[in-house]
C-alpha cells in the first residue's frame, strides 16, 4: 500500500461554520435529533440545546433559563376584570391571547414581597378566571400587585398591576349570598374608600308614629327601597346615615309623629301619630289611626306607606275605639262597633332581614293598632292588632300600652282613657332602620 495512502488517524481536519451551517442544505431528508420525555432532559442544558420532547410531542430549546417549544408562543395580558379588596376573596378575569389549553399559572407579587402562583385551566385561549389568593388579599389598602401569566410554552407575560382596595365602612357588617350588608341602627357614617366604586341596594325606614293615649294606632315609618330595581352608584367619599327615632305615646291625646331617616340624599318620612278622641291621625311615611270621635286617620306619603283607618264610637252602649296605623303593605283597618282597627300590614324583605338580624319575621314598617276605652262602665271591647313588621298591638284602659319594635320603623299601639286610673300613655313608635348593601 502507498505510503500516501495511509491516512493519518492523528490528523486534525478543519472545518469552518458557514461548512456546517450557512451552505445551501438540498437533502430532502431529515435531521435526526436527541428525543426523550421531559424527565430525561440534559442535567446540564447549555443555551441553545435542542431536542424532541416526547412527553409533549413537540420540539424544544434551551434559552439558558427554560425548556421552551421551538418557536413557543407568549401569553399577554391585555386587561384584568375585578378588584382585590383587602381581607376578601374575590375573582379575577383575565383576558389577553396564548393561555392555551391548561394549567396557566397566575403569579401574583405584591409589592417589595414574593409571589404567589395559582395554576388555572383557561376558559379559552384568550380568558381566563383565577381566585385571588389569601396571601394577597390579606396584604393591606393601597399595595400594588403585579400579575403574570405563564403557559405550557413556559413563557410568560408581560405583568399587569392591582391595587388592593379597602372595603366600606360603618355600620354592622355581614357579608351573606354574594353580598356585603352594612346595617345602620343607629346615626353613623358610612365611608367609602380611595378608589372604590359601588352598585349598591338600601332599605330606608324611619321612625313609626306614637300611638294615642285616647285612640289610634301609630302609623308606620316611611318605607322606600330599591331591592330588585336600579342600584345606586355611588364613589369614594363619607355619606353620613340618620336613623329617626319613634315618635312618643301620647299621654291622653295624640301621639307624637316619627323622625326621619336618610342616606345619600334620600329620606323617608317619619310615622303619623294616632289621634287623640276627637282628633285626625297624623300624616307621615304612614298615617296615624284616627281618634274615637269617628275621626278619619292620617294621610300616608306616596311611595312609602299608606293611610291611617278611622275611630268609632257608640254613645248608646259607651264602646269607644280607635283606628288602626297605616303600614308600608297596607292602610290601617277603621275601627268597627266595639273593636278597634289594626295595625297596617308591614312589607316583607326576608332575604335582607334574615341576612342582618333584623325585622320581625322578615317584614317591617307595620301600623300599631288601635286602643279601646276599657272595661266597666264603659262595656265590652276589643283592641285592634297589629302583624308583623314591628307594630305595637292596640290595647285596653288601664291595661298599659305596647311599644313599636326598635328598627322595624312600627308605629306604636293606641290606648284608652281609663274612668278610674284616668289619662293613659299610648305606645313609642319603633325606632328607624338603614341597611346598604352591595356586591364586590
Avoid at 294616632?274 to 270621635?293: H, P, R
Wanted: aromatic share 6%; with cysteine.
Amino acid at each position: 500500500m502507498a505510503i500516501d495512502k495511509i491516512i493519518d488517524r492523528a490528523a486534525t481536519i478543519s472545518v469552518s461554520s458557514t461548512d456546517v451551517s450557512d451552505d445551501a442544505n438540498t437533502s430532502t431528508g431529515a435531521l435526526d435529533l436527541p428525543a426523550g420525555t421531559t424527565a430525561q432532559r440534559p442535567s446540564s442544558p447549555t443555551s441553545g440545546n435542542i431536542r424532541y420532547n416526547t412527553d409533549i410531542e413537540s420540539t424544544e430549546i434551551y434559552d439558558g433559563t427554560v425548556w421552551g417549544k421551538v418557536s413557543p408562543l407568549t401569553p399577554t395580558i391585555t386587561s384584568i376584570t375585578g378588584t382585590i379588596y383587602a381581607a376578601t376573596s374575590t375573582t379575577l378575569t383575565l383576558a389577553g391571547t396564548n393561555f392555551l389549553s391548561a394549567n396557566l399559572v397566575i403569579g401574583f407579587t405584591p409589592s417589595g414581597g414574593s409571589e404567589t402562583t395559582v395554576t388555572v385551566n383557561p376558559t379559552s385561549d384568550t380568558s381566563a378566571t383565577v381566585a385571588v389568593p389569601s396571601a394577597i388579599y390579606g396584604e393591606s389598602a393601597g399595595t400594588v400587585i403585579a400579575i403574570t401569566a405563564t403557559n405550557t410554552d413556559n413563557r410568560t407575560s408581560g405583568a399587569v398591576n392591582k391595587t388592593v382596595l379597602g372595603l366600606p365602612t360603618g355600620g354592622t357588617i355581614v357579608s351573606s349570598g354574594g353580598y356585603r350588608y352594612h346595617t345602620f341602627v343607629s346615626s353613623q357614617d358610612f365611608v367609602v374608600p380611595t378608589n372604590v366604586t359601588l352598585n349598591t341596594e338600601y332599605i330606608i325606614i324611619a321612625g313609626g308614629g306614637g300611638g294615642s293615649g285616647y285612640g289610634g294606632g301609630g302609623g308606620a315609618g316611611g318605607y322606600i327601597t330599591n331591592d330588585g330595581g336600579t342600584a345606586v352608584s355611588i364613589s369614594s367619599g363619607t355619606y353620613p346615615v340618620v336613623i329617626g327615632a319613634g315618635g312618643a305615646g301620647g299621654v291622653g291625646g295624640q301621639g307624637v309623629q316619627g323622625s326621619a331617616s336618610s342616606w345619600n340624599s334620600l329620606t323617608t318620612v317619619g310615622g303619623g301619630s294616632g289621634a287623640t278622641a276627637t282628633g285626625t291621625g297624623g300624616s307621615g311615611g304612614s298615617g296615624g289611626g284616627g281618634g274615637y270621635d269617628n275621626a278619619p286617620g292620617g294621610s300616608g306619603t306616596s311611595g312609602q306607606g299608606n293611610n291611617g283607618g278611622s275611630g268609632a264610637k257608640n254613645d248608646s252602649n259607651l264602646t269607644y275605639v280607635g283606628g288602626g296605623g297605616g303600614g308600608k303593605g297596607s292602610a290601617g283597618t277603621n275601627a268597627s262597633g266595639n273593636t278597634g282597627g289594626n295595625g297596617g300590614a308591614g312589607f316583607q324583605n326576608s332575604t335582607w332581614a334574615t341576612a342582618t338580624s333584623t325585622g320581625e319575621n322578615g317584614y317591617y314598617a307595620s301600623g300599631g293598632g288601635g286602643g279601646c276605652a276599657g272595661y266597666g262602665s264603659y262595656g265590652t271591647q276589643y283592641p285592634g292588632t297589629s302583624s308583623d313588621g314591628g307594630g305595637g298591638t292596640g290595647s285596653q284602659s288601664g291595661n298599659g300600652s305596647y311599644d313599636g319594635q326598635a328598627n322595624t320603623g312600627g308605629g306604636g299601639g293606641g290606648t284608652g282613657y281609663h274612668g278610674t286610673a284616668g289619662a293613659q300613655t299610648g305606645g313609642v313608635g319603633g325606632s328607624g332602620l338603614v341597611i346598604i348593601r352591595y356586591q364586590l
